[in-house]
């Protein structure tokens, strides 16, 4: 059973372009989280989708900031008019159900120059 | 507010010994699950030993067991006979299970190194 992917594992962006981070969760699972990990902090949640559904984007900025988590493939998460700011490592999780341990992908590290 | 603190920044071991990692919470609800993960230098995120709340009984995960205190709101990890594939960094982290909510929340982090 493959794990939690993303692509692409690093991402480099000039300020004002667009990002975007792919995530297909473990087989099996609808629920997908998305975390955020600034240097040297632990890990901060953005967003919690299931398919087609937002849950949760307490964690998401207002702005610039988006995710989504189609029928048929992966979750993606957007950010437009990137900041050196959003220069940080981003992990997608995923669970087969609520209230279930998260597994984590490998993370996108994102460099915003 | 539902915190996680990790009052030990930095640690280390020698191989083949123990070491002990500290986690204190903070929250109001009653049931939820406790979780240490593992983020070695290439960053993935591994989970590595999860405790549910209502158990008395401390998980264990053959070289990783944890002291979970819940009036004390108290979750360390045990590393015993370490390894030298042991070092990263460890977060402990925890999430209610009352309320909905879906979110972990993390500690800063304990870095680990074991040394030869």
């Known amino acids: 059973n493959a794990g939690v992917m993303q692509n692409p594992r690093h991402l480099v962006r000039r300020r004002g372009q667009e990002a975007r981070l792919r995530c297909s969760p473990m087989?099996?699972?609808?629920?997908v989280y998305w975390y955020r990990q600034l240097p040297e902090e632990g890990l901060k949640f953005m967003v919690y989708l299931q398919k087609e559904n937002i849950i949760d984007e307490s964690g998401m900025p207002k702005e610039r900031f988006s995710a989504e988590f189609p029928k048929e493939g992966p979750s993606i998460l957007r950010i437009q008019q990137v900041v050196r700011g959003d220069s940080a490592a981003y992990f997608c999780?995923?669970?087969?159900?609520?209230?279930?341990?998260?597994?984590f992908g490998p993370g996108t590290r994102l460099l915003v120059l | 507010a539902q915190t996680v603190t990790q009052s030990q920044p930095e640690m280390s071991v020698q191989e083949a010994e123990t070491v002990t990692l500290s986690c204190t919470y903070d929250?109001?609800?009653?049931?939820?699950?406790l979780f240490w993960y593992k983020q070695p230098p290439s960053r993935q995120m591994i989970l590595v030993i999860r405790?549910?709340?209502?158990?008395?009984q401390n998980a264990t995960e053959n070289r990783f067991s944890v002291n979970f205190q819940k009036a004390a709101k108290s979750f360390s990890l045990k590393i015993s006979d370490s390894q030298l594939g042991d070092t990263a960094m460890y977060f402990c982290a925890f999430i209610p299970t009352q309320g909905g909510s879906e979110k972990l929340v993390f500690g800063k982090g304990t870095k680990l190194t074991v040394n030869p």
């Open positions: 405790q549910e709340a209502y158990k008395q």
């Open positions: 999780a995923s669970s087969p159900v609520k209230q279930e341990t998260q597994y």
């Open positions: 087989k099996g699972h609808s629920h």
């Open positions: 929250t109001s609800e009653n049931n939820y699950y």
